[in-house]
């Protein structure tokens, strides 16, 4: 006999989501919610994948699907139930820290109207990451539950 589920974890993924260390954690990627603080600091902490590089060749993205999320969430918290509010696929990528200071940080987030061009790079960008996301998952390589990438590193 299964034991009761103690407590609800909710959480929703981005379809793409930056991060700038190689060792990514749940909470870099995620949005994580959950009554009980002491499994919600937990949670924000495990570790999801390590990005590495191969033969000099810069890893820096990597499809992810959300089973994998919720399968290292079971490792530590098996009687958790898991909810997913977000994308059932997601793609994580490095990016170099290259963070303008002060002002001009701050006049980049100042919110106005997209353009119409940048409008059209935001479907751009969304047909790429869509193809990604089909890519890896076709080719075997997305970080999923039951694969060889169960270890936490990413691999392409």
């Given at each position: 006999?299964?034991?009761?589920?103690?407590?609800?974890?909710?959480?929703?993924a981005?379809?793409n989501?930056?991060?700038?260390?190689p060792?990514?954690?749940?909470?870099?990627?995620?949005?994580?919610e959950?009554?009980?603080?002491?499994?919600?600091?937990?949670?924000?902490?495990?570790?999801?994948?390590?990005?590495?590089?191969?033969?000099?060749?810069?890893?820096?993205?990597?499809?992810?699907?959300?089973?994998?999320?919720?399968?290292?969430?079971?490792?530590?918290?098996?009687?958790?139930?898991?909810?997913?509010?977000?994308?059932?696929?997601?793609?994580?990528?490095?990016?170099?820290?290259?963070?303008?200071?002060?002002?001009?940080?701050?006049?980049?987030?100042?919110?106005?109207?997209?353009?119409?061009?940048?409008?059209?790079?935001?479907?751009?960008?969304?047909?790429?990451?869509?193809?990604?996301?089909?890519?890896?998952?076709r080719?075997?390589?997305?970080?999923?539950?039951?694969?060889?990438?169960?270890?936490?590193?990413?691999?392409?």
């Open positions: 006999m299964a034991s009761p589920v103690s407590d609800t974890i909710y959480i929703k981005d379809k989501t930056e991060v700038t260390k060792d990514v954690t749940l909470g870099d990627v995620l949005k994580i959950c009554a009980n603080p002491s499994v919600l600091s937990r949670v924000k902490t495990l570790k999801l994948l390590k990005f590495h590089h191969k033969d000099n060749k810069k890893q820096n993205r990597t499809a992810v699907s959300i089973l994998k999320v919720i399968a290292c969430i079971h490792e530590v918290y098996p009687n958790v139930e898991v909810q997913n509010e977000g994308e059932q696929d997601f793609i994580v990528t490095l990016e170099e820290q290259k963070t303008p200071g002060g002002f001009v940080h701050w006049t980049k987030v100042i919110t106005v109207d997209p353009t119409p061009m940048e409008v059209e790079m935001r479907l751009y960008e969304n047909d790429i990451q869509t193809t990604l996301l089909e890519t890896y998952s080719k075997e390589k997305e970080l999923d539950v039951g694969n060889a990438n169960r270890s936490g590193n990413s691999g392409t």
